[in-house]
Nanobody, 123 residues
Framework: QVPLVESGGGLVQAGGSLRLSCAVS????????AGWFRQASGKEREFVAAITRSGDNTYYADSVKGRFTITRDNSRNTLYLQMNSLKPEDTALYYC????????????????WGQGTQVTVSS
């Protein structure tokens, strides 16, 4: 597996912003589509956002559309999730992942996962 390491999580007030980063080891990040998922305590892991290999197409869950932006910098082997206008319901462990598919909208589409970074949004 290719290691992935998320960072940037933390505690933020509702309405605030965070930017998550995901560092992907190796030289082949550009060969993978990538995505962000989140999992709240006691709930299933859910899709947040996805991006194609070149970054030319992005996909978002309805719950985050217009607030979150997924980007990637293939030269730095890094995936990002800019989160604005955060809501308490965004509180979850956020995971980055990669897939050999053109893109993936389901957790089972993905091949490798980071350990997660906690995002907590207070009211």
């Amino acid at each position: 597996q290719v290691p992935l390491v998320e960072s940037g999580g933390g505690l933020v007030q509702a309405g605030g912003s965070l930017r998550l980063s995901c560092a992907v080891s190796g030289r082949t990040f550009h060969t993978y589509a990538a995505g962000w998922f989140r999992q709240a305590s006691g709930k299933e892991r859910e899709f947040v956002a996805a991006i194609t290999r070149s970054g030319d197409n992005t996909y978002y869950a309805d719950s985050v559309k217009g607030r979150f932006t997924i980007t990637r910098d293939n030269s730095r082997n890094t995936l990002y999730l800019q989160m604005n206008s955060l809501k308490p319901e965004d509180t979850a462990l956020y995971y980055c992942s990669i897939t050999n598919r053109f893109y993936g909208l389901r957790a089972n589409d993905y091949d490798a996962w980071g350990q997660g970074t906690q995002v907590t949004v207070s009211s």
